[in-house]
């Protein structure tokens, strides 16, 4: 009997599914791009776009270019410049071997500060989500939950969790965290709610394992990974331990149905010619998650009704999420300043005063968001567990910046890039042999700015204002890792407020 066999005979059937995809694995660390692109196409994922089932998404249009954005996340590690190599690799003393950033647990601050740099590198290179953060800020947070519940409460969850991320760092995998639940009814509990599977649940007790139903939206990376490491929606309370449910699953389990989210003028990335794609290479795109009725081994589970952890975990990981979006918001807040500059060259504007300030004022909001995720980094400490985390006042106040300065980032760009941002004619004019002198002859601006290079840039700035890109830049930046009034609560709570008061009392001689 092979060791496969055997190991199959213990497990039981139910396990078959899960041994078999470890054991297949890739069995590979620091893969480039292409050879992501290739594993994440074995795994045959299928999902639901526009009405249609798609078996080959590696092909489709609207999914390629946000597989082409993960793949950065691979190629970084095997980068030109030494310095870029060394942002992305790092050794892990978990798998005891050299693995890639996006997989590693946090040993230090100064592994928080080279997360949020790598972050602004690869935000700068796509311009778009790159999606691989969440897994990486998931594991961070359950690899010290897990520790502080099993001291507090006896169970095994971090060892299970330490075996299944040994794993994922050995094959450098891409881990989707999923953990925004729909919610229904905003204003009841998980138990009050109609349809209980509005927040993810188990529905059934196996000797083996858990059956979970529910669903997981806003899942950016999802089609594009090869696990998902699911986390509670927020804390439950009593009567709610079937909510309070971490585990891990591949992608490609049966049960998982993906439903393809539409995100503006995402259809242009379907058109050819690719001018009015805006990002002609890099992409985002949105996945209903829908699991009914998936099987989880008991090894792929790192809490089951705990109930204050679940609390605890989603507090890490919205911290840690926060902390990201200090880096990569950042990072395309680069190409949009870029490109708004580039514009005002084209434009013959570029040395006009007052466009000279708007960029300075662009350039200061956008530093002003690495600074937050540099400070919430550089002033982290470490957990009982031993991984390091954030200052989480301070990734709160970089998350609440980050609501707002890529707004009047887009606001400023917008000012100087001009009306014709919103009204130019399409890539097929263009190419008309009738209409395309016409548009040239007449988008022609200052000397020696070619119309259709100028066309371009516009582009741009229309995807990451107005356009699919907007999605990631404005959208995501107001309600991911939580809306403003979630970092809001923290901030109040981590505010030290009596401490204020006291300084003030001590100066004052106030009693
Ligand atoms: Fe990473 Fe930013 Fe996308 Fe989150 S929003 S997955 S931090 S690129």
């Known amino acids: 009997m092979t060791p496969v066999v055997t190991l199959l005979s213990r497990a039981g059937v139910n396990s078959f599914y899960f041994i078999s995809r470890i054991v297949k694995g890739h069995g590979m660390t620091l893969k480039t791009g292409r050879e992501y692109q290739q594993s994440i196409e074995q795994l045959a994922l299928e999902a639901h776009v526009m009405g249609r089932t798609e078996t080959h998404l590696a092909d489709h249009g609207l999914v390629q270019p946000s597989r082409a954005a993960v793949a950065v996340t691979y190629d970084g590690a095997h980068a030109k410049d030494a310095a870029t190599r060394a942002l992305f690799r790092v050794h892990s003393p978990l798998c005891k071997e050299e693995v890639n950033r996006f997989t590693h647990l946090h040993r230090s601050t100064d592994d928080l500060v080279k997360k949020v740099t790598m972050q602004r590198y690869c935000g700068h290179t796509t311009g778009c989500c790159f999606q691989r953060c969440v897994g990486m800020d998931a594991a961070n947070a359950v690899y010290s939950t897990t520790f502080d519940c099993d001291a507090a409460t006896g169970t095994?969850?971090?060892?299970?969790?330490?075996?299944?991320?040994?794993?994922?760092?050995?094959?450098?995998?891409?881990?989707?965290?999923?953990?925004?639940?729909?919610?229904?009814?905003?204003?009841?509990?998980?138990?009050?709610?109609?349809?209980?599977?509005?927040?993810?649940?188990?529905?059934?007790?196996?000797?083996?394992g858990v059956v979970v139903c529910g669903a997981k939206l806003h899942q950016t990376g999802m089609l594009n990974a090869h696990e998902v490491l699911v986390m509670p929606t927020m804390g439950m309370r009593e009567g709610e331990a079937d909510w309070a449910i971490c585990f891990a699953v591949p992608t490609n389990t049966p049960g998982i149905r993906y439903i393809y989210g539409r995100q503006t003028s995402d259809t242009r990335k379907l058109e050819t010619p690719s001018l009015d794609m805006g990002n002609p290479r890099y992409g985002g795109q949105e996945v209903m998650t829908v699991f009914d009725h998936v099987f989880v081994p008991h090894e792929r589970i790192f809490l089951n009704g705990e109930l204050p952890y679940s609390g605890r975990l989603v507090e890490r990981f919205a911290a840690y999420h926060r902390q990201s979006y200090g880096g990569c918001k950042v990072g395309v807040g680069d190409v949009l300043i870029g490109a708004t500059a580039l514009i005002a060259c084209m434009n013959g504007v570029a040395q006009a005063s007052h466009i000279k300030d708007k960029l300075v004022e662009m350039i200061h909001l956008n530093e002003t968001l690495f600074a937050c995720g540099i400070a919430c980094s550089a002033m982290g400490h470490a957990t009982a567990a031993g991984n390091f985390e954030i200052d989480m006042l301070l990734a709160n106040v970089c998350k609440l910046n980050v609501t707002r300065f890529p707004y009047e980032l887009a606001r400023l760009a917008t000012d100087i890039a001009g009306g014709l941002l919103g009204t130019m004619p399409s890539a097929h004019d263009l190419e008309d042999p009738v209409t395309g002198p016409y548009i040239k002859k007449y988008l022609a601006a200052a000397e020696g700015a070619d119309p259709v290079d100028r066309i371009k840039v516009l582009r741009l700035i229309e995807n990451l204002v107005a356009g699919s890109g907007a999605v990631a830049y404005l959208i995501e930046s107001m309600h991911g890792a939580g809306p403003p009034m979630a970092q809001r609560i923290m901030i109040g709570r981590q505010g030290r407020l009596e401490e204020k008061m006291a300084h003030v009392r001590t100066l004052l001689k106030i009693p």
């Not at 969790?161 to 204003?187: E, H, S």
């Open 156 to 208: 095994d969850y971090h060892a299970r969790f330490n075996a299944y991320w040994t794993m994922i760092q050995k094959d450098d995998l891409v881990v989707d965290g999923a953990m925004t639940d729909p919610k229904g009814d905003r204003g009841k509990r998980p138990r009050d709610q109609k349809d209980p599977d509005l927040f993810l649940r188990v529905v059934d007790r196996k000797p083996e």
